[in-house]
Structures are given as structure tokens and as C-alpha cells.
């Protein structure tokens, strides 16, 4: 019985092992020189403007939770057809 545990085990083990060496090597074995381009925390060619905390209107909110609500209905659709 507990054999059968074993085998689950060295599994686990061993797919921890694989994935551990995966990383580490990928971290080894990449030339990494970041610069202050790359550390920018946008990427997209211009600097960003504005403050993001501005707050956003109600009719977002409320176009965005119709089409949740309207996309998960058109889920329900598909076993008929």
C-alpha cells in the first residue's frame, strides 16, 4: 500500500527537480543587462501621464457587467446547438 504513495512521491520529487533545474538555468545561462529603458514600467514609447487613480464612470461599470452577464448566457447556448 505504501508503495503505491512511493511512486506519487518520487513524482512529485521529481518534477520539483525539473522544474527547479529549468529555472536555474534559465537564470544562469541568460546574459541579463537591464538598463533604464527596460526598467521603465511602460514599454509603449511614451512616458505615461496622468494620475492612474483616477476614478472611472458609473456606465463603465455597468457596460462591463452586462457583457459578463450576457457572455455567460450566450455559454449556456452552446449545448443546444
Not at 541579463?32 to 496622468?50: L, M, R, V
Request: charged share 10%.
Amino acid at each position: 500500500m505504501l508503495y503505491e504513495y512511493l511512486v506519487l512521491a518520487i513524482y512529485a520529487v521529481l518534477a520539483l527537480l525539473i522544474s527547479v533545474a529549468v529555472v536555474l538555468i534559465s537564470v544562469i545561462g541568460v546574459y541579463q543587462n537591464p538598463d533604464a529603458q527596460k526598467s521603465a514600467p511602460y514599454e509603449c514609447g511614451f512616458s505615461p501621464f496622468g494620475d492612474s487613480l483616477n476614478r472611472f464612470e458609473v456606465r463603465f461599470y455597468l457596460v462591463a457587467i452586462s457583457f459578463i452577464i450576457f457572455d455567460l448566457e450566450v455559454s449556456f447556448l452552446f449545448p443546444c446547438l
